[in-house]
Structure formats: C-alpha cells, structure tokens
C-alpha cells in the first residue's frame, strides 16, 4: 500500500519545526546559518545537501492585495517519493528502492557511489557526503525506518503497554517525523488515493483559496508528495516543465532492446560471416580456373 | 602476414615524458584516495560528474576502432586488414583497462563494487554498461591472447584457446542475456543462437581461421555497450540541452564511435608506421576511410532527421558549439573523405580523421558537460561552477600517457606490428 504526504502550503507558517525534527530524527550535523535574502527570505540553509534533507523555503511574493504589499508564500521541500523513481531505476546495484510504504530509501551497504543517482533526478534531491572518505547517498526517505521498523518505545517504567495505549502510541508515532513535528496541520500523512481525494476536496470546497492544480498529482508520472498552493507553483520554483512521463521509461524502453538486439545482431554477423565466406570462395575458384586456361 | 616486435630504444624521449606523466597520474590517483572525492576534486552535488566521465565516454568511442576492425577482418573476411588488427585490439585494451581505473577513482565506494554481481536491478543503464564492459574487456584479452603466445611460443595454450574461445563467448553472451533480461528463456534463446553460430564457424583440421565468435561478441558487446553509454543521459531531459538530448542517443553514440573508433585506427597507423619505421600501404588507409565516412555519413543524416523530427534545428543552428561539432568536424571531413583522390593522401587523410575524431569528442563533451543546464540541489536555487580539479586532470592525462607508454612497451615486446619485407 502506497502511503504519501500532502503538503498545503496555505496553512503553512513557516516555523521550520520540520526541518529541526528531521535533523533530530536523522541524526544530521547542523549547518552555518547562511541567509539567501529577498525573495529566500528567511529560506536556510539555501538548498537540500548531505546534512540537510529538508529546508522550508521561503518566497516573498509581490502582491498588492497582501499587507506590505508582500505575501508570504513557505514551502517545504524534500525528496517527493516519484511513484516511479528514476534515482531507483538509475541505480546499478539497488541500493536505492521503493518500500513497500511509498518512500524511496537507500542502502549504503549496496552503494557503489557512482551518483547516477544525482543527475537522474529531476528534483535535483540525493546528495553526497563529499566531505567524508566514504561518501554516501543522503536523502529523504520518508523515515522507513521509523514506520517500517520495531517501534522503540513499546515499554514504559518495564510495564508493558495496555493494547489501547500501544496502539494510540503507534498511530501518533508511525509516520514521519517531519509531519508529526507539524505544528498547523500544513502536512499530513496518509493512504495516498486518500490524500489525493482530500486534496481534490479541499481545491473544491475553497476555489478562491488555492490555485487549482494538486502538484505531484501527474508529475513525473505521479509523487508521494503532494502540494497545494495559493499561487502558481512556477512562483515557487517548482518545475512545472518536467512533463507526466515517468523518467524510468525513457531507458526502459533502450535498455528492452538489449536481448532481442545481441541475438539478432549476433545472428545477422554470422549470416553476413557466411555470405563474405562464399564470396571469398568463388572468387577464389575463379582465379583457380582462370589460372588453370592460360597455359 | 608476418609481424614482429619493433627495434630501437624503448625509452627514447616521447616514451620518457609518457613514463613520466604516468608516474605523475599514479601520484594522482594515491592523492585522489587519500583526500577523498570532494577534497581532490572540484564535484558537488550540482556537477556529480565531471571530467573523469567524460574522458571515459570519449576513450571508449575512441576505442571503438578495436571491434570494428575485428568485425572487419573476420566476420567481413577483409583479411588485408589483418596488419592494423592487433595493433587496434592492443589500443582497445589499454583504453578499456583505463577507463575501469577511471572508473575506480571516480567512484565514491569502490570497495562495494562486488554488489555488481549480486544485484539485479529491473533496468538500469549503469548495469548493462558495468557488465557489458566487463565482459567485453574479457572478449578483448582473449583477442589478444595469441599474439602473447605466438612470443611465447605457447603452441599447446594456443590449441586450447582456438577450441575454448567459441565456449567462453556463447556462456558469456547467453549470461548477460539473462541478467539484462531477466528471464530464462531470452539466454537459452541466445546460448541456442550463439551456440549454432559457434558451432558453424567451429575450427577445423587443416583450415586456418580467424577467431570469429570472439569477433562476432566484441561487435556484439560493443554495440550494446556504445549504445547504453547513450543511454545513461535519456534520463536526464531536464537537464541536457534538447539540441543533444533524443531518444536516439543511444543510436547515435554507436553510430559516432564507430567513425571515431577508425578515425583513430588511422592516424594510428600512420603515427605508429612513422615513429616505427614499418610500411603504410595508402590503398589499406584510403579503404579505412571509406569506413569513416560511411559511419559518419550515417551519424550527421540521423542526427538532422532527429534535429527535424523534433524540431530542434534552429534551436540547434543558433548553438556554436553545435555548429563547430557538427560543421567543421562533421560536415567538412565527410566531404573531404568523399572525395577520392584527397582520401588517397595520407596527410589529407589524417587530417580529415582527425577532425572526425575533434567532432565525436566534442559531441561527448556536449553530452556531459557543456549541453547541462543545471539548477543545483533542490529547490535549485544555487547552480555551482565546475572546472576540473588537478586532481582530476592528472589522472586524466596521465592514464592518457599511461596508454601511450604500455602501447608502445608492447609493440617493443610483442609482434605487434607488420613486419617489413625483408624480416
């Protein structure tokens, strides 16, 4: 079952309280504060990297109907979990795959570190340690661990928890960290066909609210993330270019052709082989014979 | 056809400056591993690819020339051919064991490099290109094989290798049948082809001839393998110009490497019949030639037709790097090759070659580096620069001179070369 998360950015004030719970969850060094400035605004650090696997990016859009003239527009990025990746179908050795909860996670044990990864990408998300001897992939994987793995803390004071309880405990502890950390109900996490109906739900309820598109709806062939938006999402320096083309087909497509090409251009080297042989044989002969008239 | 090894000092200058800039790519290569990828070279996560793959990308086009000449002599029975045969599978040797070196050193974890064979990954370009160039390296030692034991005079080896050779390709071909497809019945399908195939062509008492299933598989391979080098960047439309970007890249890298691969293998033979004072017969280049231009004329009448059919001509006329890649070292040497009595002039010749090969080379550059239009990590908002490290250019050049020096350490020791009349 796919599970995804729908990101309304309208109810998003920007407190960043995803962006700290992913370091604290994922254990990642902090950054040099560095500030973009207009329009970033308070955006920071700039971009995603090898310690940062989410940034809340802020836009300052011009508009005259906000106060000052100014909206303010947050946007939380992070790797959007393409239905069909095309970091995973790059990967030589699948290190990078789709768990079966709808994130995209990577395997150091397998890595090569070969960063086809990288350029596949179209959301520009898996980076590389470059700092470290070892360079990892890093990048988002929608805490598969914290949802696929044991839950930690099914013990309290050595008294096992009643069933209702662990089970309170499980619902509010198995989803990402990022989006229990969500302090406004910017993110939610859920069934991706149940998302992608609230979603619709919401665009339909208060058209004046949004701009009437559900971005990673067709993306790319369709995302575990899902946006909503006041404004055009090109405004808020998302590709709205990439097309509704699951990047994988553009090399499955090549990469079919391998078998039935080597068996046919082998047998076709060997019919050409043999027409090459027959030639080489009756020029052959006629110098024999020719050799044979003249004297 | 007699060939012998060459005389005269092996170490006279160009072979001293070659030795000497290959110390100096191994001194890089140590200092690669010790300071790690981002503290030797200039990659970040806006560029996680830089020189080192585009030199490998150019070498093996430029390498191409090794299963052309093969699928020549052998499979097109062209066996005057045969005098530039070992000296072009020698190159193809030596460019291919370096690209894997490359390949070590660009990347991050090398030491997992093993998971290669035990993962089978649904359909990934990076895998067919890993195996297929693994393998055709095998196919290349094996081609090589009997020049080594004709020195050593291994007459049992070379009896063993006659009849084993037809084996080990149809398991080979039939094995990365299976791993690219996943499925039984495609290998039993290609071990039933190969295996028909090798048993036709099977050596027989009191015949002499050519090793041509190893022929038929480096053909094979390197088709496969060309090609998925083009295949990597279909996945990358966003990225790469739409001037370069098609879905007949992989198309077209096979087509271009095939007139790179004999460019090369000309001017090789000029050089080389120069530098090791052996005989350059005009006619066998001038034949060559007519290879060169067939490919290229093939590769630039895809490439319009691509440029056309997705309507990206002017797009690509406005572009000057397009226009020097594919006028002045596209059009210009295919005019210059049709015309025969400046084709049968071996300065006109190399000169025309070289530009073929310019063009190919600059077509790879295009691909990897200069075609990007690249943002940087999400939200893409800070694109970094790329020019290469020292680092990186060191190994580089040096593994370039690494393949002159062993080339020409092993025209000095083997029977590389044509030998001259007299001998």
Known sequence: MDFGVLNDTTRCIGCRSCQVSCKNENKLPAEPTQLVGHPGGLTNPPQLSASTHTIVQCHEIEDAEAPGGLRLVYTKRQCMHCDQPACVSACPVTAL????????????DKCIGCRYCVWACPFGVPTAEWDSLAPRIR??????????????????????????????????????????????????????????????????????????HVYGEEEVGGTSILYLSAVPFEKLGFRTDLGTTAYPTYTATALGLVPPAVIGIGAALGGIHLLARRKAAVAREEAERKLGETP | MKFSPAQGKLLNATNVVALLVMLAGVAAIVTRFALGLGGSTNLSDTWPWGLWIAFDLIWIALAAGAFVMAAVIYVL?????????????????????????????????????????????????????????????????????????????????????????????????????????????????????????????????????????????????????????????????????????????????????????????????????????????????????RYVSAALFVFLAVRVGDLIYRDQLS??????????????????????????PLRERAPCLVTYCLLTASGVILNRLNVVLFGMQLRGPMPGVEAAAYTPSLIEIGVTVGLIAATIFLYNLGAHTLPVLKAREQE
Not at chain 2, 87 to 105: D, N, R
Not at chain 2, 315 to 340: D, T
């Open chain 1, 97 to 108: 795959h789709k768990t079966e909860h709808g994130g995209v996670a990577y395997d150091e």
């Open chain 1, 139 to 212: 990048k988002c994987d929608l805490c598969s661990d914290r949802i696929l793995g044991d839950i930690r803390a099914q013990e309290l004071n050595d008294t096992t928890l009643p069933a209702p309880a662990r089970k309170r405990f499980e619902e509010s502890y198995k989803k990402p960290a990022c989006v229990k950390a969500c302090t406004t109900g910017a993110l939610t996490y859920g069934r991706h066909d149940e998302l992608l109906e609230e979603a619709h739900r919401r665009l339909e309820a208060e058209p004046a609210r949004y701009h009437p």
């Open chain 2, 77 to 289: 029975h062209r066996q005057k051919y045969y005098e530039i045969g070992r000296s072009a599978v020698l190159m193809g040797l030596l460019s291919y064991s370096f690209v894997m070196v490359t390949l070590i050193a660009d990347l991050g974890l090398p030491w997992h490099f093993w998971q290669l064979g035990i993962q089978r990954p649904e359909h990934s370009a990076m895998f067919e290109v890993s195996w297929c160039v693994g393998l055709y390296v095998s196919v290349l030692a094996l081609e090589f094989a009997p020049v080594v034991f004709e020195r050593l005079k291994w007459k049992e080896l070379s009896r063993y290798w006659r009849i084993h050779a037809p084996i080990y390709v149809v398991v080979a071909v039939s094995f990365f049948v299976w791993l690219m497809s996943h499925s039984a019945l495609w290998a039993v399908l290609a071990a039933v082809v190969f295996g028909m195939l090798a048993f036709a062509f099977r050596p027989k008492k009191g015949e002499k001839q050519g090793p041509i299933m190893l022929a038929i598989a480096a053909f094979t391979l390197s088709s496969m393998h060309q090609s998925s080098l083009g295949t990597l960047f279909l996945l990358m439309p966003d990225k790469l110009s739409p001037v370069w970007w098609s879905p007949l890249l992989p198309f077209m890298f096979f087509l271009s490497a095939i007139a790179a691969g004999v460019s090369l293998v000309i001017v090789m033979k000029v050089v080389v019949g120069k530098s090791f004072r052996r005989p350059v017969e005009q006619r066998l280049l001038a034949g060559l030639g």
């Open chain 2, 315 to 340: 797009a690509a006329l406005a572009n000057r790097l397009f226009l020097v890649e594919f006028g002045l070292c596209g059009l210009v040497p295919l005019f210059l090759l049709m015309v025969k």
